[in-house]
DNA sequence: TTTGCCATGTAATTCGTTACATGATTAG
DNA sequence: CTAATCATGTAACGAATTACATGGCAAA
């Protein structure tokens, strides 16, 4: 049994408070809006808009290009009351590059610091699109904007300091391997 | 199909290196040490240390609680062959807090505030852990140490910067909620 | 002797991705 | 007309957790 209840079904929910919109754009809206902490792929998505629809969370309208799900009165009901309980959980995500660094003596010399490298190398990037990101949501008229702008700053922070620990631990490798 | 192969097999040939031991004694062993990033529940490793015999990668040795698993040659090889493969994803973790925090406009008065409090209540515990973790790993002598100590910093540095994000974020939201 | 830890495992269930398949509409 | 995009979906597969079930051994 999963620790979690369908998160899917929230996060459906959730985007759907934008506008009501179709399964494929809502997979679009997921992606550049939360893409960076949560990801769904439509063989999630199109079972968890029937699930809801069959449960009267969302209502669907249209056919064809003008087909879009909307929210249900039950459905805005069923998510706010979601987002006051507790979060759950607090999993730790299971980082590869973390596994390869921890059995980083048994990997042959520069391996180890290559992976890291590697790593680093995204995070720059990363951070320029994530600071466009934030710049746009602090123009943003939109009173979610400011709920918005503190998931980016949360990228923001955690990618700045990941990348300063990759800066701290190349030297600390390669002088490892000196040996 | 998944976009990793197992990884599990991994995490279980990477404690193994450390010396031959039982499944349950694995269980423990993976918890403590890599715990914090990683994390194996019965239901996987029972089957995996099984798919591992039959695939020659650990072979099994005595009997009730003398009972050890090992590495044999061709586990170290195909360890090793893991760990010089380039790091395969960078998936983004699914934050359920960060979710809510998206849509926190939808909750009631405090409630995301509240979240974010609580997750920020967590956070000291668990860094004055992790620093006495890195404390004990910096004093001990074994060749891995300096590898295993560069994930508790990993830890130590995405503690803290969470723990800074929301020491930035409840302030606004409470700011967002006077009106 | 009974409590607790060591130890191994299974069953049910859910989560989630990828690859495949299909078709309508629209812009060039 | 034709290529790209919008749109919906299914099938296969594997990852993973939880709860359940069982038993030996050792210490108090």
Redesign the pocket.
């Known amino acids: 049994?999963?620790?979690?209840?369908?998160?899917?079904g929230y996060a459906v929910l959730g985007a759907l408070t934008l506008e009501p919109m179709?399964?494929?754009?809502l997979r679009?809206v997921l992606e550049q809006s939360v893409g960076h902490f949560w990801?769904?792929?439509?063989?999630?998505l199109?079972?968890t808009?029937?699930r809801l629809e069959a449960d009267g969370l969302v209502a669907t309208e249209g056919r064809?290009?003008a087909?879009v799900h909307r929210l249900t009165e039950a459905g805005w009901d069923e998510l706010r009351a979601w987002l006051a309980r507790p979060v759950t959980g607090h999993e730790p995500t299971?980082d590869e590059l973390l596994l390869k660094v921890f059995l980083g003596r048994h990997a042959g010399p520069g391996v180890t610091a290559a992976h890291v490298a590697a790593r680093r190398r995204v995070l720059d990037d990363l951070l320029t699109s994530f600071e466009r990101t934030e710049a746009e949501v602090a123009a943003d008229p939109s009173p979610d904007a400011p709920y918005w702008r503190l998931t980016v700053r949360h990228g923001i922070a955690m990618t700045r300091a990941l990348r300063d620990w990759c800066d701290e631990a190349l030297p600390t490798l390669e002088q490892l391997e000196d040996r």
């Open positions: 049994m999963p620790a979690r209840e369908s998160r899917t179709s399964g494929y754009r679009a990801r769904e792929s439509y063989g999630q199109y079972p808009l029937r064809g290009r087909r299971r």
